[in-house]
T-cell receptor
């Protein structure tokens, strides 16, 4: 089945530690996105990538980093510079430039600080 | 990007029709209107998309007046499983790299027995 897979489902970070969230898709989509969601809030864009080896900062990129070495993969690293990382992280993909573009989301990763 | 405004929350009862309105006064000529549904601890999923007049699928209907400054998502005969957050997005997907899907707080719909 085609889809977008995020792992792990739950992740705990210690003080000063970097952690990496995985996002893999087999939909052959060019565009991929990372969103952060805090309780009772909407989704805020962290980073996005429209094509391999290229990515752009979203609204809240500080304290995060990404890479896009393969079309299928868009990992997100939450660095120690992110002082309030506890949140629900969502990865999405889409085909850019289509008139009826829609996003496909993974099931999310809940990150908590120990 | 066009800014959208939705009610923060709505309540309904099983079997009723629910209409959620989204305002987007500065919608651009080429912008589409897209709605997503999100259950707790899950990613949003696409419900419906439209440009003008009315669009219907197996899940919902989308009504867009002639001036396109608002749109209404209509859920017929809701059930408890329709309890979720609903997001309205406006943008022009055909612009490729310049279209960045932006989510507001959405509308939290609670369906009561």
């Amino acid at each position: 089945d085609g889809g977008i897979t995020q792992s792990p489902k739950y992740l705990f970070r210690k003080e000063g530690q970097n952690v990496t969230l995985s996002c893999e898709q087999n939909l052959n989509h060019d565009a991929m996105y990372w969103y952060r969601q805090d309780p009772g809030q909407g989704l805020r864009l962290i980073y996005y990538s429209q094509i391999v080896n290229d990515f752009q900062k979203g609204d809240i990129a500080e304290g995060y980093s990404v890479s896009r070495e393969k079309k299928e993969s868009f990992p997100l690293t939450v660095t120690s510079a992110q002082k309030n990382p506890t949140a629900f992280y969502l990865c999405a993909s889409s085909i850019p430039g289509q008139g009826t573009e829609k996003l496909f989301f993974g099931s999310g990763t809940q990150l908590s600080v120990l | 990007l066009a800014k959208t405004t939705q009610p923060i929350s709505m309540d309904s009862y099983e079997g009723q029709e629910v209409n959620i309105t989204c305002s987007h006064n500065n919608i651009a000529t080429n912008d589409y209107i897209t709605w997503y549904q999100q259950f707790p601890s899950q990613g949003p999923r696409f419900i419906i998309q439209g440009y003008k007049t009315k669009v219907t699928n197996e899940v919902a209907s989308l009504f867009i007046p002639a001036d396109r400054k608002s749109s209404t998502l209509s859920l017929p005969r809701v059930s408890l499983s329709d309890t979720a957050v609903y997001y309205c997005l406006v943008g022009d997907p055909s612009t490729g790299g310049s279209y960045i899907p932006t989510f507001g707080r959405g509308t939290s719909l609670i369906v009561h027995p």
